[in-house]
């Protein structure tokens, strides 16, 4: 039923001025695929999305919908099915006819649009809601309404800006599994832009993160999540204990001397030279308090403060001048003063150049 | 004098710039800054207003009066009264109300097609000379109606009407002409307003949805800035109504005279005070008739379109 189609973007970049909101951007994204566009407010993923609906020419570089250039190709003529940020449902018309429109435009049968429109909005689950005006809809709803409006058409890819950050917290939770059923079930190709990385880690197939228009990473969450390809992606994605330091041996592991005189070992990977200036990177939630089967690196910290956050105690530690932070099961009792060594697996501690 | 409102125009465009015509929310609903009038202050305010009012009533009063008064000389009130006024003017001369109709609803409907083109580039468009359009769009208000009827007569006595082989100024074309450009700045002022309003999102799903730039006008745009440009052009109809200064210059003959220049034939008429004044009477009524449909139409929005 869905025509589905990869998405490909070329060397694509975009000048607003001084900014530059799409910075030498490269994409391919699989028919099919739920692929997220991640990265802090401003860094230019609306630009891209808006690149890919053809809404923005770019400056440079080309988009492809499989092997059809679409560069230069109005966004009338994509269909693409977006689903702005702020809805932008038409207040001067119904539900159904805010669905109806895209099918409308496409002089299909009065027949076959009543049918489509009332199967999808089955589908968001708005059956008997056809006749109310947007301003009689929940959030929510009019989240529905915009979704159905964009999948009726059948678009050869469905594009989602930020589309539940206007709803709030438990809602936002409720729609994310919604949105990920109906995708999966229609298997259209989905290009989602969030700047919210749990969100990201939960939803997607793939995730690009961006940051100053450029992207940084393209991976799965779990690898986003534990191979983070520079700081900025392992900081933006959940929190980091950095360890800057210099290489100080390779052998079977990689030895780094870190600033606050602790070693720490890593893994090798390629390119590791002794001398080089690195960062080491620990979760807080990969730290315990006892000593791991597999082979670790422990680091000796002054505990400053301990906070209940529900599932567990987040401790606050000083190694030197340096601030630590732990994750540790609520169970074991812990006080400000107290000395205490954490363990973190040698796998679990990752190695990041430092940039710039 | 045109030189002088032109120069005045430009430096007030200068330093209040477009943006101040859009509508800012402050957050607080005009309704709660109003405040109520209490006790002794009533009674200074209450008779204050209604002397106002009654003031500014009485020459429509007199207008009414002697539409219906056969003699009415020395005093206060007509002695007789009589209704051969209002058929002197809707059975003898009845070309004076059915050409305003026509020509203020003629320059109307251009007033409206024309201020939604142009508000609609002014506010989505980005091109050259944009300035300058913005600026024609707005000039009718800066020159005063003689200098234009003068400016007019001259320009087009000259001027012949391709096919017709008469002059632009022996017809009436000139009329409901000259009234549109005159009055184009409600239009314009109206859509620009109500234009603003309009998140450019709901253009761009359209479009994301199939439908070309026309299409997105006509079904989204259009409708969603109806009630605006309509009021907008309400407003350009009564104003076209009471047109004086351009009316008497541009009129070419009396059949094709318009509700203006008939109250001003009839009142250099000695018996013609008492048709004058029904003419009056008709065109206050269609003002009032009009400002009250867009006042209900716009409600608190009316000021908007006021802002200079
Ligand atoms: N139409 C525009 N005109 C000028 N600058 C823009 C425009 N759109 C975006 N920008 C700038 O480009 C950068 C990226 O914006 P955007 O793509 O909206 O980021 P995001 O969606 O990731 O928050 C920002 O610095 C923003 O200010
Ligand atoms: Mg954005």
Not at chain 1, 68 to 86: A, C, S
Not at chain 2, 169 to 198: E, G, K
Request: hydrophobic fraction near 45%.
């Amino acid at each position: 039923m869905i025509n589905m189609v990869s998405v490909k973007l070329v060397n694509v970049i975009k000048r607003f001025g001084e900014v530059i909101a799409a910075d030498h951007v490269n994409l391919n994204i699989k028919d099919g695929e739920f692929f997220t566009l991640l990265g802090p407010s401003g860094c230019g993923k609306t630009t891209t999305l808006r690149i890919i609906a053809g809404f923005y020419h770019p400056d440079n570089g080309s988009v492809f919908f499989d092997d059809e250039d679409v560069t230069n190709l109005q966004p009338e003529k994509r269909q693409t099915g977006m689903v702005f940020q702020n809805y932008a449902l038409w207040p001067h018309m119904k539900v159904s006819e805010n669905v109806a429109y895209g099918l409308k435009v496409r002089k299909i049968s009065r027949n076959e649009i009543k049918e489509r429109v009332t199967r999808i909005l089955d589908l968001v689950q708005l059956q008997g809601m056809e006749n109310r005006t947007p301003f009689q809809l929940s959030g929510g709803q009019q989240q529905r309404v915009a979704l159905a409006r964009a999948l009726v058409i059948e678009p050869k890819v469905l594009l989602l800006d930020e589309p539940l950050s206007n709803l709030d917290a438990k809602l936002r939770l409720e729609m994310r599994r919604e949105i990920i059923q109906i995708q999966k079930k229609l298997g259209i190709t989905t290009i989602y832009v969030t700047h919210d990385q749990e969100e990201a880690l939960s939803v997607s197939d793939r995730i690009a993160i961006q940051h100053h228009g450029s992207i940084q990473q393209v991976a799965s969450p779990k690898e986003i999540y534990d191979r983070p390809k520079n700081a900025f992606i392992a900081d933006f994605i959940g929190q980091c204990n950095f360890f800057p330091g210099t290489i100080e041996k390779v052998n079977k592991y990689v030895t780094v001397a870190t600033d606050v005189e602790e070693r720490l070992r890593t893994l090798k990977y390629d390119d590791v030279k002794i001398g080089d200036r690195v960062i080491c990177v620990v979760r807080p939630e990969n730290f315990s308090l006892n000593k791991p089967t597999k082979e670790f690196n422990v680091v000796e910290c002054e505990i400053t403060s301990v906070i209940f956050i529900g599932k567990s105690n987040r401790i606050y530690g000083k190694i030197g001048d340096m601030t630590v932070l732990a994750e540790i099961p609520t169970d074991v009792t812990v006080e400000p003063g107290e000395r205490l060594s954490l363990y973190a697996s040698i796998d679990e501690t990752t190695v990041l150049p430092i940039t710039s | 004098m045109a030189g002088v409102s032109l120069l005045v125009l430009f430096l007030v465009r200068k330093y209040i710039s477009l943006r101040q015509y859009s509508i800012v929310s402050s957050g607080i609903s005009p309704a709660a800054l109003v405040k109520k009038i209490h006790g002794k202050k009533m009674l200074v305010v209450l008779p204050l207003c209604i002397n106002i009012i009654l003031v500014s009533l009485l020459p429509h009063i007199g207008i009414l009066l002697a539409s219906f008064a056969k003699v009415w000389s020395m005093t206060y009130l007509p002695e007789t009264f009589t209704l051969e006024h209002y058929s002197e003017v809707l059975f003898r001369t009845p070309q004076f109300i059915q050409n305003t109709l026509l020509y203020c609803s003629l320059s109307a409907v251009f007033d409206i097609v024309l201020g939604a083109i142009i508000s609609y580039l002014m506010v989505r468009k980005t091109f050259p000379g944009k300035d300058i359009l913005d600026g024609l769009a707005m000039l009718p208000f800066a020159i005063p109606g003689i200098v234009v009827g003068i400016g007019y007569l001259r320009a087009f006595y000259r001027f012949e009407i391709p096919g017709l082989g008469i002059p632009l100024t022996a017809t009436w074309f000139i009329l409901p002409i000259s009234y549109m450009i005159r009055r184009l700045p409600y239009t314009v002022r109206s859509s620009y307003a109500s234009l603003q309003q309009i998140h450019i999102s709901l253009e761009e799903a359209s479009m994301n949805l199939g439908a070309n730039r026309l299409q997105t006008f006509l079904r989204i745009t259009m409708p969603l800035m109806l009630t605006g440009i309509i009021a907008g052009g309400i407003l350009a109809f009564v104003n076209a109504v009471v047109e004086i200064s351009t009316t008497l210059f541009l009129t070419p003959s009396l059949e094709q005279a318009s509700l203006s220049f008939g109250i001003y034939q009839y009142i250099y008429n000695p018996q013609g005070k008492g048709p004058a004044s029904a003419l009056g009477v008709f065109a206050i009524l269609l003002v009032a008739i009009s400002i009250f449909i867009v006042q209900k139409i716009l409600g608190r929005r009316m000021g908007t379109i006021f802002r200079a």
